[in-house]
């Protein structure tokens, strides 16, 4: 219900958007895991086979194993939690002023949505944080987070 009602003020805010900054606006949203360490998924500390399929396929530089793998991911992972909490952190972030409106707004209804664009990207952002592959927001690297 949580995120139901926040996409309904979400599509309000973005009712006057034109196609291309609509589309602008969803390749921006794609970006923002790396950008914010809030929107990267929490890994769960027992890594599953899909998981660590994902974190190897990362190392590997498998373009093609990397999306399969994270679609195996995603099967097992996505459900309303979540996404609900990517959503509060992205209100969050609104809110703060770390994050410009419509593109929360943008980000809000791919969450409602049944759209894997935003999770998934969650999702390989913090494996590849998590692979050493990819630095913190921060500019940190995490050396050796999941063992190979």
Do not use: K, Y
């Amino acid at each position: 219900m949580f995120l139901a009602g926040e996409a309904l003020a979400a599509s309000l805010r973005l009712a006057a958007l034109d196609q291309p900054r609509f589309e602008r606006l969803w390749q921006e949203m794609l970006e923002l895991p790396a950008r914010h360490l809030s929107l990267q998924f929490s890994l769960p500390r027992l890594v599953t086979p899909e998981m660590q399929r994902l974190i190897e396929a990362i190392r590997d530089d498998d373009d093609d194993e990397v999306e399969e793998a994270l679609d195996a991911v995603l099967e097992r992972l996505d459900s309303p939690d979540p996404r609900a909490l990517l959503a509060q952190a992205v209100i969050d972030l609104r809110d703060s002023g770390r994050l410009e409106d419509r593109l929360g707004a943008v980000a809000i209804l791919n969450l409602a949505g049944r759209s894997r664009a935003l999770l998934g990207a969650s999702i390989l952002e913090a494996a590849a944080v998590a692979a050493g592959a990819a630095r913190t927001p921060a500019g940190l690297l995490v050396a050796d987070r999941l063992a190979a």
